[in-house]
C-alpha cells in the first residue's frame, strides 16, 4: 500500500493505518528512546503518545 495513503487514512484515525507508520518508524522510535545508551521504555511510549497524538497535524 502507497504510504501517502495509510497517512491519510492515520491522520483520519484509522487504527490499522497508525500502527503501520508506527511499524515502519520503529526503529527510529527505539533509537530515539535510548538513555546513555540504554532503552527507555517510559521515553518510547512518551514517543509514541506524541506521534499519535499530532498525526493529524502531518501533512501529504
Do not use: C, H, T
Not at 487504527?15 to 535510548?34: G, V
Amino acid at each position: 500500500m502507497n504510504f501517502n495513503l495509510i497517512l491519510e487514512k492515520a491522520i483520519n484515525g484509522d487504527e490499522e493505518s497508525i500502527q503501520k507508520i508506527l511499524k515502519i518508524y520503529e526503529p527510529m522510535i527505539k533509537s530515539n528512546s535510548k538513555w546513555r545508551g540504554i532503552l527507555d521504555e517510559d521515553l518510547e511510549e512518551y514517543i509514541i503518545i506524541r506521534i499519535v497524538k499530532n498525526i493529524s497535524k502531518f501533512k501529504i
